[in-house]
Structure formats: structure tokens, C-alpha cells
């Protein structure tokens, strides 16, 4: 075998029989590529040698120089014995590497070989790649409405959608009408509010299920529910002054422009810490720690709402939402979304009153939800889950 790069992995012939699931190119010399596993695939048998044969090649070139990750590229030569013994294999195979060369592959990525043809089978070409590992998603961006971006390091952010996996080291943000849940490797997930932005940094996960999770929340605020781990494990969102260890399952976790960091725990229990002390935050209460300053004695959080109307019916336009007050709430998060979980487009009014009239854009069904605020910004459980209908 010569060769002037990487070793051979796999080879695929590439016959003239069709491939299951191909969509063949009219305008392709290849008559269209594959890569799969190793296997490179093309629409139309690739002869030994000829023009075709030629502009299939620098077709490969191209496709290969767009995919940055294939570290070498092996062109095998499979002619009939008579040719092959007579030293034609190993020339041919050499010619086809150097249309590959002079298409801008580097010649150490490119080898080539000449194998024992197939009897009688005419002359053809066969190729195969070796692609290197790429890196395994930490989590997948479950669901998104509104702006929703990720960067890493200092490339320009760029939008996702639902579906997208996310990697370590990618900041995820929020914009100003933005959500976005994120399920994590781990089985947690975490829910970013509008203006918020998190940073993915260490996953990892052993068989044992002791995991080890570290975010770090830049700014705005996320809701985490985490799933259960193994003895050991750690789960931690740092913010800028402060680290919240989870011993529980859902909490919040805020940072405030002020630098203060906040948490309020759900359920479970919160560790959060700074450099000047820690505290223990269970289910039920919240604390703050200021910058350069221990965090609080943890305070409980305000109780649910209790939604007082609407509670189902249909009306000709969205209705006034009436809810009971809430002693020490400041105001009220009212919450009105298309779905009853609260994933995708969520309109949020606030009110310093226990009514407000309903923000909703339209004809259809509407579910509604109130979140009592106090005046340090802590924000308590939130209410039940009411709907009505809007008639069309």
C-alpha cells in the first residue's frame, strides 16, 4: 500500500447498482455523494479512468475539503488480475490520488492501494475516509420560541431551533421575548428565561450514574430540574459571585445585573456559596448573596396564587384575569401561553394589582398562571394552571 496520510479504515465499491435512500444529481459528475460510516458513495458507477471519472474526483475534493473533520481520504484500484499483476492497478490508483492532490486535498491525507479485482467485474474505483471523532453534545436545545442563540469563544452568536445539539463551552442566550429549554446528557433540564444566557461547561457521566455538571449562568435566569444522580455526584450553576450545588431537584438560579446572585429552591435542596460563607437552601425558601458578601439566612418564598377567574369558559375577547392576593408580594408575574407546559411562545405581564387584563393575541384556547413577586425580587411557586378560549 502507499500512501501519503492516514491509514485505510473502510472501502466501499462503487458500483452502478443504486443506493438505498440516494437522490442521484443530473448535474453531478458523481451523479451526487454519500458519506456514511467511512463509506463514500456516489449516483454513478466510477470507472478506472476517463474524464467522468476525473470531475467525480474533484467533486470528492470539494465535498472533503468541506468537511474539516475527515483526516485522510484512500483510493483503491480494483482492476482484473491480468491488468492488476501487470502493474496497471497501483498506477491507476496513483492517478486517481493525484486528481485528489491537484484538487487541494493535502497529499499527506490522500493514500492509495490497488486490491485483487473481482473475476471478471470491469475496472472501477473505490474510496473510503476516515473521519475524526467530533465532539459529543452535552445537551439538545429541546424547545425555543423567540430569539434563541449559541456562540462559542468569540464566534458570532447564531440562531437554533428545537432539535439543535449544544456542546461545552457554547453560550446560550436568551433574547428579550426569548425561552428555551435545554434537556442535558445527564437526563436534567434546564429553562432559560427571556434576557437570560448560560454557559455549557463540564458534563460528565459514568456508568454508576455520578455525574458531574457545572453551568455557568452569565446573566438572567434559568430553572433547573435535575435528575437524580449517583453517590459523588455534583451539579453545580456558578454566576459571578456565587455557586449553587444542587441536593435537590428544581430550584431557580438568577443573576442580577448588580452582581447579586439569588436562588430559590422548589424542591430539595440548594447549597449556595460565595467566598465569604455558605448556607443551605431548602425547599421552600430563597437566599441572595451580594457581591463580596455572605449570602443570606434563606427566606421563604411567597405561596401560590390562588386564580380566582377564569377557570374555563369562552369569551368574545380575552377576559380580565382575577386572582387572590398574596400577602408581602410586591407584584404578580401573570403567565399566558398557547400549551398548558409553558415551552413555547409565553406572553408575561406584570401587575402590582391581583388582576390584569389578559394579553392574549388571539382567537383559541389560552392557559394563564400568576407568580407572587416580593420586593427583594424573589420570586415564589407559581399558581395552578387555568384556561379559557377566545372565540374566533
Known amino acids: 500500500m502507499r500512501k501519503a496520510g492516514a491509514r485505510l479504515m473502510l472501502s466501499l465499491l462503487l458500483s452502478a447498482l443504486p443506493v438505498t435512500g440516494f437522490a442521484a444529481e443530473a448535474d453531478s459528475a458523481c451523479g451526487g455523494l454519500t458519506f456514511d460510516n467511512g463509506r463514500l458513495t456516489t449516483g454513478r458507477p466510477l470507472e478506472a479512468k476517463g474524464a467522468r471519472t476525473e470531475a467525480c474526483l474533484r467533486e470528492v475534493a470539494e465535498a472533503v475539503k468541506a468537511r474539516p473533520a475527515i483526516r485522510s481520504l484512500t483510493v483503491a484500484a480494483k482492476l482484473p488480475d491480468a491488468e492488476r499483476l501487470d502493474g ?22 490522500v493514500s492509495f492501494v490497488a486490491p ?27 424547545t425555543a420560541s423567540g430569539p434563541v442563540s449559541a456562540s462559542l469563544g468569540e464566534a458570532e452568536p447564531t440562531p437554533r431551533v428545537a432539535g439543535d445539539p449544544l456542546y461545552a463551552g457554547e453560550l446560550v442566550a436568551t433574547g428579550d421575548t426569548g425561552r428555551a429549554e435545554l434537556a442535558l446528557a445527564d437526563g ?20 454508576e450514574r455520578q455525574r458531574k455538571v457545572l453551568l455557568d449562568l452569565v446573566k438572567g435566569t434559568v430553572e433547573t430540574q435535575a435528575a437524580p444522580g449517583g453517590a459523588g455526584s455534583t451539579f453545580e450553576v456558578r454566576t459571578r459571585g456565587a455557586v449553587a ?11 442580577q445585573e448588580d452582581g447579586t446572585s439569588r436562588v430559590e429552591t422548589l424542591e430539595g435542596k440548594v ?25 443570606e439566612a434563606p427566606r421563604a418564598l411567597l405561596t401560590a396564587p390562588a386564580l380566582e377567574r377564569p377557570r374555563g369558559g369562552t369569551y368574545p375577547k380575552a377576559p380580565a384575569l382575577v386572582w387572590k392576593a398574596v400577602p408581602g408580594a410586591k407584584l404578580y408575574r ?59
Open 88 to 109: 496497471q492497478g497501483l498506477a491507476v490508483a496513483k492517478a486517481a490520488a493525484e486528481v485528489l492532490v491537484s484538487a487541494g486535498i493535502p497529499r499527506t491525507r
Open 271 to 295: 447549597a449556595l456559596g460565595a467566598e465569604q460563607g455558605s448556607v443551605d437552601v431548602d425547599a421552600g425558601f430563597g437566599s441572595r448573596a451580594k457581591p463580596a458578601q455572605a449570602p
Open 188 to 207: 436534567s433540564h434546564l429553562f432559560l428565561s427571556p434576557h437570560s444566557a448560560v454557559r455549557l461547561g463540564t458534563l460528565e457521566l459514568t456508568a
Open 334 to 392: 401573570v403567565e399566558l401561553a398557547a400549551t398548558a407546559d409553558f415551552t413555547g411562545d409565553v406572553r408575561v405581564q406584570e401587575s402590582a394589582n391581583p388582576t390584569v387584563d389578559a394579553a392574549a393575541p388571539g382567537a383559541g384556547k389560552w392557559f394563564w398562571r400568576v407568580l407572587a413577586v416580593d420586593a427583594d425580587g424573589f420570586v415564589g411557586y407559581p399558581s395552578k394552571i387555568f384556561s379559557f378560549d377566545v372565540a374566533g
Open 116 to 142: 485483487p479485482g473481482d473475476g471478471n467485474t470491469p475496472g472501477q474505483l473505490q474510496l473510503a475516509y476516515v473521519e475524526r471523532p467530533g465532539p459529543l453534545a452535552v445537551a439538545r436545545l429541546r
Open 245 to 255: 450545588g444542587v441536593r435537590g431537584t428544581r430550584f431557580r438560579v438568577a443573576q
